[in-house]
């Protein structure tokens, strides 16, 4: 079975400062999806950046990108020039060849004015 | 193009009682995923539906949980006799096809008294 571990439970982070959240991933699959979420107060859940595993190319939303090792099953998320805006609850998730999405326990980032 | 709906944004229920949670999919999308959130954890696949089909139940309890998605109509998540550890975030996703990102709703907060 798939398993998603994020180390650390809440960071913080100097408002216009980068950050990076942590996300390892355990598959015996070789072609799968990786996701960061984003939850904010509202609870909404709101997809931040999408990697497909074929693609070695790391990818990139604005100010929001990933590293992808596919080898060391890691993946983690990097926040450029941090903003109010982003404080929220992150999400690690992995969707397998069944369709299904497993999520990580999540990291609850802080941002410092 | 509205995005996915969830009604009620919050249940409250006394033990015993039914909870009867909807889910309306983004205009075109046919997949529906039904997924749980306790407090402080991240979210748990319960169940997929093809339109008026189960494909995928294997998250969802066997007693006292059901799903469906009828031709015409929200998808349905239904919970019979709720008890107190019922109380959490119901996240309905959609999406228009196999492999293709699912949009998550707001989610509905039942609260089980």
């Known amino acids: 079975a798939q398993t998603v571990t994020q180390s650390q439970p809440e960071m913080s982070v100097q408002e216009a400062e980068t950050v990076t959240l942590s996300c390892t991933y355990d598959?015996?699959?070789?072609?799968?999806?990786l996701f960061w979420y984003k939850q904010p107060p509202s609870r909404q859940m709101i997809l931040v950046i999408r990697?497909?595993?074929?693609?070695?190319q790391n990818a990139t939303e604005n100010r929001f990108s990933v590293n992808f090792q596919k080898a060391a099953k890691s993946f983690s998320l990097k926040i450029s020039d941090s903003q109010l805006g982003d404080a929220a609850m992150y999400f690690c998730?992995?969707?397998?060849?069944?369709?299904?999405?497993?999520f990580g326990k999540g990291t609850r980032l802080h941002i410092l004015p | 193009n509205a995005g996915v709906m969830q009604n009620p944004r919050h249940l409250v229920r006394r033990r015993g009682q039914e909870a009867r949670l909807r889910c309306s999919p983004m205009?075109?999308?046919?997949?529906v995923y039904w997924y749980r959130q306790l407090p402080e954890e991240g979210l748990k696949f319960m169940v997929y539906?093809?339109?008026?089909?189960?494909?995928?139940e294997s998250g969802m309890p066997k007693e006292r949980f059901s799903a469906e998605f009828p031709k015409e109509g929200p998808s349905i998540l239904r919970i019979q006799q709720v008890v107190r550890g019922d109380s959490a975030a119901y996240f309905c996703?959609?999406?228009?096809?196999?492999?293709?990102?699912?949009?998550f709703g707001p989610g509905t907060r039942l609260l089980v008294l």
């Open positions: 996703a959609s999406s228009h096809d196999l492999k293709e990102t699912q949009y």
């Open positions: 205009k075109g999308h046919s997949h």
């Open positions: 990697q497909e595993a074929y693609k070695q």
């Open positions: 539906l093809q339109k008026e089909n189960i494909i995928d």
């Open positions: 598959t015996s699959e070789s072609d799968y999806y």
């Open positions: 998730a992995y969707r397998n060849r069944d369709d299904k999405i497993i």
